[in-house]
């Protein structure tokens, strides 16, 4: 007999295909309305990527098909490669009426962000607030003989209010040696204390200046409403954390560190789907929350200024308002474009490669911190 759990978590990798197939087919959905919008003549909005399967339907002159790939799926409209003059085609259009067209795929990957993550918090997970709580107390230390409690909340710590474990140890150390006036939280309750966070020469071994164990706290949802909100909150949080990786990464390919990986941080094709594999095996949550983050993945990226991507086609829009109309020729811009997409596959290829040699190697997706 097969053992069919051995076979699931072999093919648990596969995952990625409907992953990234929403990913991509909500991103085209949002050109294919914001086109139909701004009267953009579209032919084709295909399921999935060529060769085509079939054509499912056609109305108003737009094609409906069923294509062979299951990744997404995409939207052809009239002036993309030729024809760039002709009525209803995207290069004819306003500036305002192409910028709309062109931001309205990533912005549909932002809208789709926090809908996701709301799903996850509405299922019971717990989101970190910005609040600090105190998880455990040593007996007979300064916490314990000031009164403090496990789950009372910092409010202020000295004259700071604390948004994360470092800013109270920080605080913390500052005042080893004399009291410490703290305000938190407990219940519904506000109480003002004072604690005097012990000298190094004073503090037992295993245990902190203040003798406490601390944490974020953690709240769950108790309505979808609540859910949506934490889920836009973590959507700010996640945007935030990439677009300070991304500079990182962009300082590092500038200056690269003499220990620094090849591609390291960077994930392609092969490594998305190695990680959508292992948090498929983990159940539905991690993958839908994995969902959410290559959401945003797809809205950062896609509005770099980039040949081929989005961004680097609003440049172009950008460049004509500042020149008052005058246009680079869509021609030219095409061209550009194709050099552009030739560049990011090349690129696509090298990072593939480091992800098949990790996997070869049988390297850890998440290596130890």
């Known amino acids: 007999m097969v053992d069919l759990s051995i076979l699931s978590n072999k093919l648990a990798w596969l995952a990625v295909i409907p992953v990234l197939g929403i990913l991509v087919f909500w991103h085209e959905l949002g050109h294919f309305l914001a086109a139909l919008w701004m009267k953009v003549k579209v032919e084709e909005f295909g399921f999935g990527y060529p060769p085509r399967m079939a054509t499912l339907f056609e109305r108003k002159g737009i094609k409906f098909t069923l294509n062979w790939l299951p990744l997404g799926g995409f939207v052809r409209m009239a002036g993309e490669e030729s024809g760039f003059d002709a009525e209803g085609s995207l290069p004819s259009k ?184 292992e948090l498929a095996r983990q159940g539905l949550l991690p993958l839908i929350e994995l969902t959410a983050f290559l959401s945003l993945n797809f809205f950062i990226i896609n509005l770099l200024p980039l040949p081929a991507l989005d961004g680097g086609r609003l440049v172009f829009v950008i460049l004509e308002a500042i020149r008052r109309g005058k246009r680079i020729p869509p021609e030219r811009e095409a061209i550009v474009h194709l050099i552009g997409m030739a560049g990011l596959l090349a690129l696509m290829l090298v990072i593939s490669y480091f992800d098949l040699a990790a996997w070869w190697s049988g390297a850890p997706l998440f290596p130890a911190q």
């Open 94 to 277: 306003r500036p305002y009426q192409r910028a709309i067209v062109l931001l309205a795929g990533p912005l549909m990957n932002l809208i789709l962000a926090p809908i996701l993550y709301a799903i996850v918090f509405s299922a019971g997970v717990a989101y970190p607030l910005g609040k600090v709580e105190i998880s455990a107390i040593a007996p007979g230390s300064p916490a314990a003989l000031a009164g403090l409690q496990t789950g009372d909340q910092f409010v202020l710590v000295g004259d700071k209010r604390p948004t994360t474990t470092d800013d109270v140890r920080e605080t913390i150390l500052q005042y080893r040696g004399r009291a410490m006036p703290i305000t938190v939280m407990r219940g519904e309750q506000t109480l003002s204390l004072s604690i005097t966070p012990r000298t190094p020469a004073a503090t037992p071994a295993g245990e902190g200046a203040a003798g406490i164990g601390i944490q974020r706290a953690l709240v769950t949802a108790s309505s979808f409403g609540q859910a949506l909100t934490m889920g836009v909150q973590r959507t700010g949080e996640v945007v935030i954390l990439m677009t300070t990786g991304l500079g990182q990464l962009v300082r590092n390919v500038i200056a690269p560190a003499p220990d620094a990986a090849p591609m390291g941080g960077v994930a392609g094709p092969v490594g998305i789907a190695r990680i959508t594999g």
